[in-house]
């Protein structure tokens, strides 16, 4: 029998109270939230308990605050039995999310992570200056129809898809003009929604090359290991477990598509996976599992009752 594959959630999750109760509940989440306050020399966790909101969501902030919160799901889990490499099948994780998912599975080290994270929060956000580029969420259209929107929205800017969320729901990112473009042609070409988003860069497209120079530089100071179980690659949506193809693709990623979609159908149909647990603040990336296999059991474990409920149903 097929064991269930961790998920990790990327950008947007957060919420101000993340992780809160865990720290109360458990002497193994405190332990994370500390560790990862002294890797940064920082009092991330009263931000994420407290907030304020609007500095919770810099991308600095947001990414360690979002690996720690799953890192604290992690190690409760563990205090009770559950590794990553015994009850697990894969990791994978969308966006920075890969990189909660390679501490889980013990590529690295907790206070590395954190640190990784925040070089990379802090390189993405000042690849751009803020105004220049943008995102949307295009509803309701395929993969490629949106390839074929942003291709012509472009007109010589960068006009990329981004993420691959789930049928319907495909992301594109580049500069502001051109992502204005592509959504007045998404909406003519019959797309339910073409939404801004409320992010501070546009992630995932080619104007994150400085950002990913950084990434390249940084990743090759911190020592890696193998992980535990195989990571699904977001640039891949395939296994990979080399630390020298991990550390490739995770440049890559900063400027490549996070391809979510075939992610999980391959987790779910190739490998004959059947559960999805997503580990840390939030539901995102469960309810885009059920859109993409509807017959997968998806669930989203982030507090004290998600454990306890988890828990109490492998005894």
Not at 52 to 74: F, G, K
Not at 112 to 125: C, P, S
Not at 170 to 199: F, N, Q, T, Y
Not at 284 to 304: E, M, P, S, Y
């Amino acid at each position: 029998m097929t064991k269930p594959a961790f998920t990790f959630p990327g950008q947007g999750s957060q919420a101000v109270g993340m992780g809160h109760d865990l720290a109360q509940a458990y002497p193994e989440a405190r332990a994370v939230f500390e560790e990862v306050d002294d890797a940064l020399g920082l009092a991330l966790s009263k931000i994420m308990f407290e907030g304020p909101e609007d500095t919770l969501r810099l991308t600095e902030n947001a990414q360690p605050a979002l690996m720690a919160a799953s890192i604290a799901v992690i190690r409760v889990l563990e205090a009770n039995g559950v590794s990553v490499a015994d009850t697990a099948s894969y990791v994978a994780g969308h966006s920075l999310g890969e990189y909660s998912a390679l501490c889980a599975a013990g590529t690295f080290s907790l206070s590395d992570t954190a640190r990784l994270l925040q070089t990379r929060g802090r390189a993405m956000q000042q690849a751009v200056p803020v105004g220049q580029g943008a995102m949307a969420a295009i509803l309701g259209l395929e993969m490629d129809a949106v390839r074929e929107i942003a291709a012509s929205a472009a007109e010589g800017s960068v006009c990329d898809v981004a993420n691959d969320n789930s049928p319907g729901q495909v992301v594109i990112s580049g500069d502001a003009s051109a992502i204005e473009r592509a959504m007045e042609l998404a909406k003519a070409r019959g797309a339910k929604r073409a939404l801004p988003l409320p992010v501070s860069a546009p992630f995932h497209c080619a104007l994150m090359e400085p950002a990913a120079e950084a990434m390249e530089a940084a990743l090759a100071m911190v020592d890696m290991k193998a992980p535990a179980v195989p990571l699904v690659a977001n640039v891949l949506a395939a296994p990979i477990t080399d630390p020298a193809e991990i550390r490739r693709h995770l440049v890559e990623q900063v400027t490549g598509m996070v391809r979510w979609t075939e992610s999980v159908t391959w987790l779910t149909g190739e490998c004959g996976v059947t559960e999805l647990y997503e580990l840390g603040t939030g539901k995102v990336l469960t309810g885009l599992a059920k859109r993409i296999n509807k017959d997968v059991a998806a669930q989203a474990i982030g507090t004290q009752a998600d454990i306890e409920a988890f828990l109490a149903a492998r005894n």
